[in-house]
C-alpha cells in the first residue's frame, strides 16, 4: 500500500508507524459538572498545573534549539495570559463545564487570527489550541503524551508544537500529519529536530495497523506500508547512504562555497536570536545573513529595552567571529501579534502598516533599535537591513536617523560601530523596478523571494486554492531577480538573497549564473548547498534561462543542469 503527500523535510526514513490521537471529545461527555465555584476551582488548578508541565520543559532552556525554545515560552505566556484565563472564568459563571469553558474561549480566541492573510501568522491558532488542549488534559485526568521504542514513525492529524518538541530525535524518525503547513509551529520544530516529515498524509488507524512496518520516502513524497524484506533491506541501505553522506557535508562544512570555475559565495545563516549560531558555525555558515529581530517584540507587553536589544545583537555579533552579521530591522505589522505596539487589525495587512511604516512612524522605537545595533556593531562587523522597502523617501529618512543616533551617541561617548552598511531587503515590485535609484543609495541588496513571489504573483502563498501559482521559477520573478542583481552590480554592491530560493539546489544554477554574492538560508541547509557549489561552474548559459516562457520549462532546464 501507498500513500502520497506534501515534503516538508526530504530524506529517507524506516520504522514502525505509530498514531497520535487525542480523543477530548468523548472524555469531555464522561465529565461531571460541578458548582461553578468548584469549577472555577478545577480549571485553576489545571492551569496552574500546565504552566508548571511548561516551566519544566523549559528549565534545560540551553538544550532546546532557537525554535523551540521561542515556542514553548510563548506557550508559558499564554498558560499565564489574563485574559484567556478571565474568558474561561466568565464562561464557568456563565454556568458552563470547566471543559465547555476552555474550549468556548479557545474558539473565541482562535476567531481572532481567521481573518489574518500570512498563514505563518494563521497557524499561531495552534499555539491557542495546544494551550487550551493542556487545560484540557489536566482537567480530564489525561496523562501526557510519551513514546516508547526507537525507529517511530509518527502520525496525527496534527500535533501540538510542545509535544513535537518534547519527541526525541534517537526514537522518532519522521513525522507524517494529516493537516499542518510548512510554516506551522509543529513543522518548523520538525525541521528544527532533523525529523523526515511529510504533511497532508491521510491515514485511517482501521486501515493500518499500529505498529506496523511503513518507509517514508520523502525524496519521492511516497509513504509504504507494510513493504517486503527487499524493499526494507534496500530503505535501510538508502538511510545509510544518507546517513553517511550528511556526516561527509557536515565534515566539509566550513570549506569555502567556490565554483570550479573560481565563483566564490558567502553561504550564512538565517536565525532567530543567539541561540541559533552554535548550530550555524557548525555547519559551516559565514555569518548572518537576516537576524530576524521581531522575535525579540513579539508576545510582550513592554517593548524591548536598548540594553535588551543591544545585548541579543552584541551575542549573535561576537559569536559570528569576524564575519558580517546582517540585522534586520523590526518586520512586524498589523499581521503580526505585537501587544506593546497595540496594531489594529487591517483588512489587508500584507499591504498595509508594517516593518519600515511602523519604524518610521514611530522613531523613537526605531531609533532605539538602531543605537542597539551601532552599539553592538562595536564588537564585530554588523550590517543594518531594511525590511519592506518600496520609496526612496523611507531609504533616505533612515539614514538621516542613523546619522542623528550617531551623533547623539558621539555626545554621550557611547562606543559603536562607524562603519556600518546599510541595505535594504527587496521584496517588492516597486524596489525591483526602482534597483539603479536605490542601488546608488545603499550598501547591498538581500532578495526575500518569499514576499517577493507573494507581490510579482498577486498569489497568497496560504491560501491552496491558488498555491499552484506560487513558484520562484516563474520567468517573471526570474527577470526581476536578474533586474536586481545586475542594478547592484551596475552601481558597485553586493547583491544577496535570504529567501527560500536561497536553499533550494535546483535554483543554484541560476544564482550562480547571475552572480549572486551571498546565499542566505536555514543552517541545515548549508553543508548541501555548499557542496553543490564546489561541484559546478558558475558559467551557465543565462540568456537560455531567461528566454524559457514557464516555469515547468526552467525546472526541467535547471534539472539537466544538475
Known sequence: MEIKGSVVVEGIAAGFIRFFNQDYEKRIQGYVKESPEREKERF???????????????????????????????????????????TIVNYIEQGEAAPDGVLKAVSDFKAMFDDIDDEYLRERQKDIIDVGNRFLRKLLGMKE????????????????????????????????????????????????????????????????????????DANQGVIHFNPSEKEMEHCLALVKEQEEQKKFLEERAKLPARTKDGKSVTVAANISGAGDMEKAIAL?????????????????????????????YKGVTEQAAGNLCIIRTLDIGGDKPCKALSLTAEENPFLGFRAIRICLNQKEMFKTQLRAILRAGAYGKVGIMIPMVSSLWEILE???????????????????????????????????????????????????????????????RGNQSVSYLYDYFNPAVLHSIHRIVTRA?????????????????????????????????????????????????????????LSLKDAGEVREYLRGLL
Open 398 to 460: 533612515t539614514k538621516k536617523l542613523v546619522e542623528e543616533v550617531k551623533g547623539e551617541m558621539d555626545a554621550e561617548k557611547i562606543s559603536y560601530g562607524k562603519e556600518v552598511p546599510l541595505g535594504i531587503m527587496v521584496e517588492t515590485p516597486a524596489a525591483s523596478i526602482m534597483a539603479p535609484v536605490f542601488a546608488k543609495h545603499v550598501d547591498f541588496f538581500s532578495i526575500g523571494t518569499n514576499d517577493l513571489v507573494q507581490y510579482t504573483l498577486a498569489v497568497d
Open 44 to 86: 485553576e488548578k489545571a492551569r496552574q498545573g500546565a504552566a508548571s508541565d511548561l516551566n519544566n520543559l523549559l528549565k534545560d532552556r540551553e538544550k532546546l534549539s532557537e525554535s523551540e525554545g521561542e515556542i514553548l515560552e510563548a506557550h508559558q505566556l499564554l498558560a499565564e495570559d489574563m485574559s484567556l484565563k478571565e
Open 489 to 545: 552590480h551596475e552601481a558597485g554592491i553586493w547583491a544577496g538573497m535570504c529567501g527560500e530560493m536561497a536553499g533550494d539546489k535546483l535554483a543554484l544554477p541560476f544564482l550562480l549564473a547571475l552572480g549572486i554574492d551571498e546565499l542566505s538560508m536555514s543552517p541545515s541547509q548549508a553543508p548541501g548547498v555548499k557542496e553543490q557549489i564546489r561541484n559546478m561552474d558558475s558559467g551557465v548559459c543565462l540568456d537560455e534561462i
Open 145 to 216: 503524551f510519551s513514546l516508547e521504542g526507537d525507529n517511530i514513525v509518527l502520525w496525527a492529524k496534527d500535533i501540538e508544537p510542545s509535544l513535537m518538541a518534547s519527541l526525541s530525535e534517537k526514537q522518532v524518525k519522521a513525522i507524517l500529519l494529516e493537516s499542518g503547513s510548512k510554516t506551522s509551529h509543529a513543522v518548523i520544530l520538525a525541521k528544527a529536530k532533523g525529523f523526515v516529515t511529510m504533511v497532508g498524509v491521510s491515514l485511517s488507524p482501521e486501515e493500518i495497523s499500529e505498529g506496523e512496518n511503513v518507509i517514508v
Open 284 to 312: 559551516g555558515c559565514e555569518g548572518v545573513g537576516l537576524f530576524r529581530t521581531e522575535f525579540l517584540f513579539m508576545d510582550r507587553d513592554k517593548l524591548p529595552t536598548e540594553e535588551e536589544q543591544f545585548l541579543a
